[in-house]
């Protein structure tokens, strides 16, 4: 069956970088390895053998992945410092700079110069 992968804008809990270890551990990518664990879900069928569920029970413990689905209603996102901040000032200068306002640059640097230094 002939198909098209994108690319998809995924952010994931830090500790979930355990499924890339699961993937590799069955020599498949990132990608596929989601998409192979959607499918079963999708279709209610357990995805993992024993042997795999063994080697996840260890690379929980090599992760610190140490908590259920349960947990997942109780997760609050620890946001890095600035990153609101950043994005808020980069979606500012991409709308000044597309509605081709003048922006004060006392230095007569670029815009790249000066992005830089409001970031």
């Known amino acids: ?9 995924v952010r994931v809990e830090k ?5 890339k270890a699961i993937a ?3 020599d ?6 989601l998409e192979l664990i959607l499918l079963h879900a999708f279709e ?3 995805i993992f053998k024993k042997e795999s569920l063994q080697a996840i029970k260890e690379f929980k413990k090599i992760y610190g992945f140490d908590y259920q689905v349960h947990d997942y209603i109780k997760f609050i ?3 890095a410092p600035g990153f609101f901040k950043r994005t808020l000032i ?3 200068f991409i709308y000044l700079y ?8 006392p230095k007569n640097e670029s815009h790249q110069q000066t992005f830089q230094a409001i970031c």
């Open 1 to 9: 069956m002939e198909i098209q992968r994108i690319q998809t804008g």
């Open 15 to 19: 500790t979930v970088k355990i499924l």
């Open 24 to 26: 590799e551990f069955h």
């Open 28 to 33: 498949y990518s990132l990608g596929e390895m």
């Open 44 to 46: 209610g069928r357990q």
């Open 77 to 79: 996102e620890k946001i």
């Open 90 to 92: 980069e979606l500012i």
């Open 98 to 105: 597309k509605r081709k306002l003048k922006i004060s640059n």
